[in-house]
């Protein structure tokens, strides 16, 4: 049991790896239990595939920011690669730019945007469109607060710190 | 503008963005030139874009693959496959082909296919003194065929953005996996007589019978998936959710092999993966909107019907800019924004959408063990810890192989179409 109690201390101690865990297992639960009621209980449910979309919306956005966190988006390295170190500094550079421009930008607007639908309500679960939605500005947000971090890291890394 | 919006895409991505920043950059920059009040559209199209039941397929997949590969199942399809091809010549290199396309009846993931299978039957392969780039380059070019092998990732991407029914494409790519599967064995075998390899030593039938008990459980699991999606029991979403729940119950309870502390690992392997997926898809749905905006899908369409006289030059040009592209990128983003554009006009010009979607999907596999970035190349190197320019010269045969087979799936639609059309998809 304290293998278990240790692997929860971890995911409270890291709350975006506990969120995305979180989801992943509910969408699992909801998706599941909608073919149980149905074949089991003889009873569809009407908001499960509705939670599931807004669940797989926030999974997305959150795990695009984890998968930041961890460098697993893919980019392409092979002209990077090839430039000599001092322009690879500079490239560097633009990249962190370029990337927390559209961020910033995507954050920014995802949250007009989730402010501007939060009267819509959903047909099924009958909530407010502004909590499925929401989850691009906090993705986008989580996602360019660690492109920073990572852009940190690398500068410190070169410069050998 | 449309010029500048791909003028951009091009640039980031050389310069070495992430490719789904870069499709949303590109975006970005067409939607300014128009009006920084479009900007709105970015989260919209975004969140349209993930907005999809189908879609929730692919991180519950990806999630099924990940359990079953930490619970025993690889190797137990692995040790499976040996009771029926083990012997014959090259016998290791057939088992890797056989389970890596059992394998991916479960899994959706190519990548961790051929890590789940690489990681169990390499060292069985080093063993056996398989020269090491030849092993590595047989189970590379068997994660190749798995993009069509249902229920794969790209599958279902192919049907979410294009429209068609995943059901259908599955169905579809039941006998081109099959027919490239034995292909793949065909020439494994041959160059095994060539390289004079060892024959595996026969076992008893008491052996072989528990064997087969013990692969009964991963076999039933791909029962379960294709039988309660082709019987109208639930659609392919709800058979990525009882795949997971079937995969963790065999592993924890039946085999006993996954820990209550492996599950956050597992959960955030997962999560890793749908994320690059997730946000792919999410940015390239920005950057389709702005092209569609531009008109551009609708120029290329008249393009292609105008100077395209059929549909084999059509195809031809096709299975090219997604082979020049699956070398140098991943496959889901040429998917996402070319198919939706390329469809039509493959309709058009007189092709089955399913025919059109396989062949695609073929394509993409070959990519993903194309040098230089092919992702199941990488990964076959990875855990064969052989490098990548060891393994090219003998990957080459198998991938000649493989463009062969795309040209024969290509000429012979009725080997796509006759399953889903038996099954009753139109």
Redesign the interface.
């Known amino acids: 049991m304290n293998?278990?109690g240790?692997?929860l201390r971890?995911?409270v101690r890291h709350p975006l790896?506990a969120a995305?865990?979180t989801i992943?297992?509910a969408?699992?639960a909801v998706?599941?239990s909608?073919?149980v009621f149905r074949?089991v209980l003889q009873a569809s449910l009407s908001w499960s595939?509705e939670l599931?979309?807004f669940l797989?919306?926030w999974?997305?956005a959150?795990?695009?920011?984890?998968?930041?966190k961890?460098g697993?988006?893919?980019?392409?390295?092979?002209?990077?690669d090839r430039a000599p170190p001092a322009a690879r500094r500079w490239?560097g550079a633009?990249?962190a730019a370029?990337?927390a421009?559209?961020?910033a930008?995507?954050a920014s607007?995802?949250l007009?945007?989730?402010i501007?639908v939060r009267g819509m309500e959903a047909p099924a679960t009958r909530m407010s469109m502004a909590i499925?939605?929401s989850?691009?500005?906090a993705g986008s947000t989580l996602t360019l607060y660690y492109a920073l971090v990572n852009w940190r890291r690398e500068l410190r890394a070169e410069r050998g710190e | 503008m449309g010029l500048l919006v791909v003028l951009t895409l091009v640039a980031?991505?050389?310069?070495?963005?992430?490719?789904?920043?870069a499709l949303?950059?590109a975006a970005?920059v067409g939607l300014l030139y128009s009006s920084p009040e479009f900007?709105?559209v970015?989260?919209?199209k975004?969140?349209a874009g993930?907005?999809?039941?189908p879609?929730?397929a692919v991180?519950?997949f990806v999630?099924a693959g990940a359990l079953i590969s930490h619970g025993g199942m690889a190797r137990r399809i692995v040790d499976l496959a040996m009771q029926f091809v083990g012997r014959l010549p090259g016998g290791l290199g057939l088992v890797v082909i056989l389970s890596t396309m059992l394998f991916s009846g479960i899994s959706g993931s190519p990548s961790a296919n051929t890590a789940a299978i690489g990681s169990v039957a390499l060292p069985a392969m080093r063993e056996r003194k398989y020269p090491p780039a030849f092993a590595t380059a047989v189970f590379a070019s068997a994660g190749g065929v798995s993009t069509l092998v249902p229920p794969a990732i790209d599958l279902i991407v192919i049907g979410v953005v294009s429209g068609m029914s995943i059901g259908a494409l599955f169905a579809a790519g039941v006998t081109p996996a099959i027919v490239l599967g034995l292909a793949l064995m065909g020439l494994t075998w041959i160059r095994a007589l060539d390289l004079d390899l060892p024959l595996e030593e026969r076992t008893t039938w008491p052996r072989r019978l528990r064997t087969i008990r013990d692969g009964i459980l991963p076999l039933f699991m791909i029962v379960i998936i294709l039988g309660g999606i082709y019987g109208g029991?639930?659609t392919p979403?709800?058979a990525?959710?009882?795949a997971?729940?079937y995969g963790a119950l065999v592993s924890f309870f039946v085999y006993r092999e996954l820990k209550?502390?492996d599950?956050?690992k597992i959960?955030?392997r997962?999560?890793?993966?749908?994320?690059?997926v997730?946000?792919?898809?999410?940015t390239a749905s920005m950057f389709s909107f702005v092209l569609t905006f531009e008109r551009l899908p609708h120029l290329l369409a008249e393009g292609i019907s105008a100077h395209a006289p059929n549909w084999i030059v059509f195809i031809l040009f096709v299975h090219l800019v997604f082979l020049v592209l699956g070398m140098?990128?991943?496959a889901l983003p040429p998917i996402i924004i070319l198919m939706p554009i390329l469809l039509p006009a493959a309709m058009a010009l007189g092709m089955d959408p399913l025919h059109f979607g396989i062949l695609v999907a073929a394509n993409v596999g070959i990519g993903m063990i194309s040098p230089?970035?092919g992702i199941c190349l990488y990964v076959a190197c990875g855990v064969g810890k052989t490098p990548i320019e060891k393994v090219t010269p003998k990957l080459l045969p198998f991938l000649a192989l493989l463009l062969a087979m795309l040209l024969v799936l290509t000429f012979a639609p009725q080997v796509t179409l006759w399953l889903p059309r038996a099954l009753g998809y139109e």
């Open positions: 293998r278990i240790a692997a971890t995911l790896e995305v865990c992943l297992v969408l699992v998706t599941f909608q073919v074949y595939e599931a979309r797989l919306m999974l997305a959150l795990s695009a920011a984890y998968a930041m961890t697993a988006h893919f980019a392409l390295r092979f002209v990077v490239i633009a990249v370029a990337t421009v559209f961020l930008v995507f607007q995802s007009l945007f989730a501007e499925p939605y989850s691009a500005f | 980031a991505l050389l310069l070495g963005v992430p490719v789904a920043i949303a950059l970005m900007l709105i970015l989260p919209q975004f969140l993930l907005d999809s039941f879609l929730l991180p519950l999630l029991v639930f979403t709800e990525s959710a009882v997971v729940v209550l502390e599950i956050p959960l955030l997962t999560a890793s993966l749908s994320g690059v997730l946000f792919v898809l999410g140098v990128m991943d230089p970035v």
